[in-house]
């Protein structure tokens, strides 16, 4: 079968779950060879003692219909960045179509307190956890795609600029996110002479599986945690944002969006994929008119 990213190398770090599982997988779907990095394999586990593993992320692209390849790999330790550099120059020859930044792993530390007040060992863990692991990701890998003069990089956010211009209640927290949605135009002015494309983008909602853990419900009956949250009604999978991955990816003329910061709402409307149960949620422009604008009687089913 003749998919749009038979022969294309990608590259998903933190892709044990959420968001990073599904864009692995939706990748695979499409095609594509996917090196999925994280922390927690059979054998180890990462500071956050969730049960998934790479390996699980693996084989669900390989079931898909790529080809998946899990690599142990920690982000803020640059030697396991240097093996995973090697480990592509070995396998693809240096091959690397499109690298998806996305560690993150910074959840377990968030307080929602002033910077004074909310513990400082906390908040550097997450930087460290969710800005220094792009960082050095970058600085290693990126020599793979300018060497071939082509490819992708896509740095995973919380929010377009939209969302940027609001305070996310936390200052360790809102650094890393516009930092990162910064960092997808920064990137374009150092990629663009080099024929790389960069850009960062953002699910809406996200139905991880932590969050779906959070309102004590599953993907089949997530509906019922709108009682809890009414907000939880625009929400959409990590498939979701996966796609816009794949479009993306796919896309022969990606210049366009260049140093963009985008949105798996905006990207559907633009490419036609839409979530799981065939829904397109527009997250961006509902915060933008009910959350936070004067629309305070929109339904969030409006916006899907």
Not at 101 to 120: A, C, M, Q, R, S
Not at 153 to 181: C, H, P, Q, W
Request: glycine share 10%; proline share 4%.
């Amino acid at each position: 079968m003749n998919l749009p990213l038979n022969d294309t190398v990608a590259l998903v770090t933190g892709g044990t779950r959420g968001a990073g599982r599904a864009i692995a997988v939706e990748l695979g779907a499409a095609g594509a060879t996917v090196y999925v990095t994280g922390r927690t394999s059979r054998q180890s586990r990462s500071p956050l003692y969730r049960p998934e593993t790479i390996v699980e992320t693996a084989d669900l692209v390989t079931k898909a219909g790529g080809r998946g390849i899990a690599v142990r790999c920690d982000h803020m330790d640059p030697s396991d960045v240097d093996a995973l550099v090697r480990q592509l120059e070995r396998e693809q020859d240096g091959r690397l179509d499109v690298l998806v930044d996305d560690t993150w792993g910074g959840e377990k530390w968030i307080e929602f307190k002033p910077i004074w007040e909310h513990n400082l060992d906390n908040g550097l863990r997450m930087v460290r956890n969710g800005l220094e692991t792009h960082l050095i990701t970058l600085h290693k890998v990126l020599p793979l795609l300018v060497r071939r003069g082509t490819g992708l990089v896509i740095e995973l956010t919380d929010g377009d600029d939209m969302f940027n211009e609001r305070y996310r209640g936390s200052m360790f927290y809102d650094l890393v996110k516009v930092a990162i949605s910064r960092m997808g135009k920064m990137l374009a002015e150092e990629l663009n002479p080099h024929g790389v494309t960069s850009v960062s983008l953002t699910p809406g909602f996200l139905r991880s599986e932590e969050m779906l853990e959070h309102f004590g419900v599953t993907e089949d009956n997530w509906r019922d945690a709108i009682a809890k949250e009414k907000w939880f009604a625009i929400s959409e999978t990590p498939h979701y944002v996966g796609r816009a991955v794949a479009a993306l990816a796919a896309d022969p003329d990606v210049k366009r969006w260049a140093g963009q910061a985008l949105s798996a709402g905006v990207l559907a409307k633009e490419y036609g994929f839409t979530d799981l149960d065939g829904s397109q949620p527009e997250a961006t422009r509902f915060f933008a008119d009910a959350y936070f604008g004067d629309k305070k009687d929109a339904r969030a089913d409006d916006y899907r």
